[in-house]
């Protein structure tokens, strides 16, 4: 039986993916732990909870043990804007924080899954089709750091034969935790406005070509790179996978086809732009399709029906 440790369960995609590998799982066999304790909701009532910072080597190492894991799902992260007014701190979680999981699966034998990001690349990256072997030239530190992340876990998997798997992932648009300081979080903010004051100010010009996926399908590659045949994976880390390219104009468009008197208006942030320039505006993801099946479902039409329908609920319930 798998037993499975998350970090970072209190943020954007760990909190998903807790809930969905304990409904698949058991709740007692997946171990949510984050920096800031979880004292409710979901995540307390369904299974373990523990304090947890990645920095400290000692602490992951105890839960392993403790728990008998045989897979981690390290998702503490500093997204891209917060890393570039916090750069030591997107380091040291980054890369010290990752070098620490991947020591202790060394030690204790466990599986560890990485999510990478399209900030990754870089200017000098073909940011059309980028290909899944390609230049990697980021300019943020959250960039450096996923380059960082990538070759230390080819290099686990390599040296030490850790089974270090993971994704690109492009923006991921949600309906439970919002992000927190991405670059690409304006695809998510804009829902609560629509909604709620029909009014968005977007730090994105006009034309920021971006890729993104709803949750649904980020919990699915997740999961599904975890569970893939070995035998089939060339790469194994690092898969481009995307579900929707889109600009703000055109997520404006679409959200309009429901909300006709939405309106939306541009200031944009020179540092999010500048990031966002330096990213692709659609990656290849032909490799993790070829290599184990990665098959998005929704696409811009569906995620956009889908969190309209969801966050109009919780407005109505006035949980927002
Ligand atoms: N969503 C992330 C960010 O914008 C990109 O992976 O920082």
Redesign the pocket.
Do not use: M, N, V
């Given at each position: 039986m798998k037993n499975i440790l998350i970090t970072g369960s209190g943020g954007q995609i760990g909190s998903e993916l807790t809930l969905e590998l304990r409904s698949r799982l058991g709740g007692s066999h997946v171990v949510a732990s984050d920096k800031r304790e979880i004292t409710e909701g979901a995540l307390f009532e369904t299974g373990p909870v523990e304090v947890a910072d990645v920095t400290n080597a000692k602490e992951i190492a105890g839960l392993v043990k403790k728990y008998n894991i045989d897979t981690i799902y390290h998702l503490a992260a500093v997204?891209?804007?917060v890393g570039e007014a916090k750069p030591q701190l997107a380091w040291d979680i980054g890369v010290n924080g990752l070098y620490n999981i991947l020591e202790v699966a060394r030690e204790q034998k466990c599986a560890v899954f990485f999510p990478s990001?399209?900030?990754a690349f870089g200017p000098s990256t073909p940011l059309d089709n980028t290909p899944q072997d390609t230049i990697q030239r980021p300019v943020s530190m959250?960039g450096v750091t996923k380059v960082s992340g990538e070759m230390l876990c080819d290099y686990y998997a390599q040296r030490f034969d850790v089974d270090a798997r993971g994704v690109r992932?492009?923006?991921?648009i949600s309906n439970g935790t919002l992000?927190g300081?991405?670059?690409?979080?304006y695809a998510v903010e804009i829902f609560y406005a629509a909604v709620k004051t029909k009014h968005f100010v977007c730090p994105l010009e006009a034309g920021t070509f971006l890729d993104m996926m709803y949750m649904p399908d980020a919990i699915k590659a997740a999961i599904n790179v975890m569970e893939a045949d070995p035998k089939k994976l060339k790469h194994r880390n690092a898969f481009n996978v995307t579900s929707m390219s889109f600009d703000p104009e055109i997520l404006y468009a679409e959200i309009r086809k429901h909300i006709p008197d939405f309106k939306m208006e541009y200031q944009p942030d020179p540092v999010k732009m500048r990031i966002a320039n330096s990213w692709p505006n659609k990656m290849d993801d032909s490799c993790a399709r070829e290599e184990w099946g990665w098959n998005p479902e929704f696409d811009l039409d569906k995620m956009t029906r889908d969190m309209i329908q969801v966050i109009r609920k919780k407005f109505e319930m006035g949980l927002i």
């Open positions: 997204l891209s804007a990001s399209i900030g959250y992932f492009p923006g991921i992000p300081g991405g670059t690409t979080d």
